[in-house]
Nanobody, 121 residues
Framework: QLQLVESGGGLVQPGGSLRLSCAAF????????ITWFRQAPGKERDGVTC??????YYADSVKGRFTISRDNAKNTVYLQMNSLKPEDTAVYYC????????????????WGQGTQVTVSS
């Protein structure tokens, strides 16, 4: 069974940075696309970036500020978030699937439990 564990969330001031991690257990990330989704209170879950082999894709809302990367040796995907804004506040989830799904989930993803990111002064 695919198991994903996110970590690295927290409280940060506007303009600050955080790095989230998504560690995989029980399977190799090499064969999956990993997407970072986020869900703010009262809003739908939304994919903001994904990595498919060495290809990366970003939603306009995070382009130029967020960077997704993978370390196959550690079986982990990272999300480096810079220049954070209050509107980035959300629970961030990583998900494994075959194919990149920015925007709404496809329904075929395997999910982690999520990590809270709060951007506030």
């Amino acid at each position: 069974q695919l198991q994903l564990v996110e970590s690295g969330g927290g409280l940060v001031q506007p303009g600050g940075s955080l790095r989230l991690s998504c560690a995989a257990f029980g399977f190799s990330l090499d064969y999956y696309t990993i997407t970072w989704f986020r869900q703010a209170p009262g809003k739908e879950r939304d994919g903001v970036t994904c990595i498919e082999f060495t290809n990366t894709y970003y939603a306009d809302s995070v382009k130029g500020r967020f960077t997704i990367s993978r370390d196959n040796a550690k079986n982990t995907v990272y999300l480096q978030m810079n220049s954070l804004k209050p509107e980035d506040t959300a629970v961030y989830y990583c998900a494994a699937d075959h194919g990149c799904h920015l925007g709404p989930p496809a329904g075929s993803e395997s999910w982690g439990q999520g990590t809270q990111v709060t951007v506030s002064s």
